[in-house]
């Protein structure tokens, strides 16, 4: 792993070479095998969780770790793993992360007690916080400025693709194999990876490469984000208002202040903070969030109204999601070639207003929505979201200097990290409260006796996730009314919550207003000079 070009400022050429190292078309394969395994584990060990309770007998505070575990991890090491990359090369770290993804993913096969599991999604965490920005650092330094979009929509098809997709493969899965094969997936995934990323991967380190750590910074921006995720998965069973949420909050705040300042006094910070005077760079890190807030906060929901109350199968729910899938199969690239032909600024605000009309559509879905209008703005929301997860990116990494390319990849994730927990969980706030003010009106409106006390809390909970809570041997017709007020209730919720995910969407249209070509993308590193 030791192959490796030290260049200063210099772009790459595509046209003929010797060999397959350094190929561009080559590394953005060998990346995008990596990420997809990344990105596919974020999605279709959802759909393994229950089959993972009942095997192991786990509590749902355990299944909830297994989940919590690998986002928590995920989420605190993106920057740190930027800077490694930048350090040592990112071609080392993709392949230590690919390597150790893999292995975990069998580990985590392996194992049959809880504790096991939890302490393998860590490790994955890890390992894939190494491997995504290190896949961006790679094919910045690959691609020249004018063909960098054009691969950073690929490899947004690729994050698509595999993150809707990952329902369905985990549904065929649990049902025809075991829910270990879910994780024993990755596996020949990485090993491939692994093998082409050998043969073709090559390092591009630059004379003013980073060249030490900073402990301190690492500890406290740690610490910030481990905080502020931790209270953002927990508030929905705390509440936000609760002292422990706050406490978290709090000492997050308390060490990102901290962390500020002492990256203001060290020589070669961690994250440096002069990076956010590019207004475009600081615009494209917020509109990733309120991107990733709006997308997986949105779909979230999505996935409980197909399966629990349309009753639809695993399979049969991610199948109806593939006009999401399909658009941005087809918009992600296309997007790419329109970002490099006008620049990111009106395909950025056009994608997010395109991603609020999806919202605001979705919003006025039923409990009997045919196919057809689910299929409607389903299409739109992946036409819409194309190239935002193209132009973010682009701008994010291309107002970067090269030597921070790394650093940037990690922050674009941790971005959208931070913004898809903090929308699942501020959605879901206002789902709970929202059934919570209905619930017990709808019921009385079917002519059902009140609910009592004791009873009425586990009811809400379970129609915030769109299931009806019918007793067993409960009357047809009487088990009717609770199916209708339950799924009115939730229907009524999930409306709300997307429309308040299309203010945000409005937000960061507004924001991408901002934005504007990287001034740096023409520094990309050489490749196979």
């Not at 994608?351 to 879905?365: Q, R, Y």
């Not at 969407?505 to 507004?510: D, G, V």
Request: charge should be neutral; include cysteine.
């Amino acid at each position: 792993m030791t192959s490796q070009t030290t260049v200063a400022d210099a772009t790459p050429d595509l046209g003929p070479r010797k060999g397959l190292r350094g190929h561009p078309w080559l590394t953005l394969l060998s990346v995008a095998i990596g990420v997809m395994m990344v990105t596919l584990d974020g999605t279709i060990v959802a759909v393994a969780n229950p089959a993972i309770q009942k095997d192991l007998g786990a509590s749902l505070a355990d299944v909830q770790w297994i989940t919590n575990a690998y986002l928590l991890a995920l989420a605190v090491a993106l920057i740190t793993a930027g800077k490694l990359g930048d350090r040592f090369g990112h071609r080392l770290t993709f392949l230590v992360g690919t390597t150790g993804f893999a292995v975990a993913s069998g580990a985590i096969a392996l194992s049959d007690t809880v504790p096991a599991i939890v302490g393998f999604r860590v490790l994955q965490g890890l390992c894939g916080a190494l491997l995504m920005p290190a896949a961006l650092g790679l094919l910045r330094a690959t691609f020249p400025a004018e063909k960098l979009n054009m691969a950073i929509g690929l490899w947004g098809m690729v994050i698509g693709v595999s993150t809707a997709g990952g329902p369905i493969l985990g549904g065929v899965l649990v049902e025809h194999v075991n829910w270990q094969s879910v994780f024993y997936v990755n596996v020949p995934v990485g090993a491939v990876a692994l093998i082409l990323g050998v043969i073709i991967l090559k390092d591009h380190r630059l004379e003013n490469a980073p060249k030490s750590f900073d402990p301190l910074g690492i500890a406290l921006l740690s610490a910030a984000m481990f905080c502020l995720v931790w209270a953002v998965i927990k508030a929905p069973s705390w509440s936000w208002g609760s002292s422990r949420t706050l406490i978290f909050l709090g000492a997050s705040l308390v060490a990102f202040i901290a962390f500020a300042a002492w990256q203001t006094r060290i020589r070669e910070p961690l994250l440096p903070l002069g990076l956010f005077r590019s207004v475009p760079l600081s615009a494209g890190t917020v509109l990733m969030l309120l991107m990733a807030f709006t997308f997986i906060g949105g779909l979230f929901f999505v996935t409980f109204y197909l399966q629990n109350v349309h009753g639809m199968s695993p399979v049969n729910s991610g199948l109806h999601l593939l006009p999401l899938t399909g658009m941005i199969i087809i918009g992600s690239p296309t997007a790419g070639a329109i970002i490099t032909r006008v620049g990111p600024r009106i395909p950025l605000v056009v994608g997010m207003l395109l991603a609020a009309a999806a919202s605001f559509g979705t919003a006025t879905l039923d409990a009997d929505s045919g196919t057809g209008v689910m299929s409607l703005w389903f299409a739109l929301f992946g036409l819409g979201l194309s190239p935002v997860m193209v132009g973010a990116t682009e701008v994010i990494v291309g107002n970067a200097p090269l030597q921070h390319a790394g650093i940037a990849g990690g922050l674009q994730q941790a971005a959208m990290q931070v913004g898809g927990a903090l929308g699942t969980a501020v959605l879901g706030a206002v789902m709970a409260a929202r059934v919570d003010h209905l619930l017990p009106g709808k019921w009385a409106d079917q002519g059902l006796p009140p609910l009592p006390h004791d009873q009425l809390s586990g009811a809400s909970d379970a129609v915030a996730v769109g299931i009806a809570p019918v007793p067993q041997q409960t009357p047809g017709p009487v088990a009717e009314k609770i199916i209708t007020a339950s799924h009115d209730t939730f229907v009524s919720g999930m409306s709300l919550s997307f429309t308040v995910a299309g203010v945000v969407a409005l937000a960061a249209a507004a924001v991408a207003l901002f934005t504007k070509r990287g001034e740096n993308a023409g520094a990309a590193g050489a490749a196979a000079l």
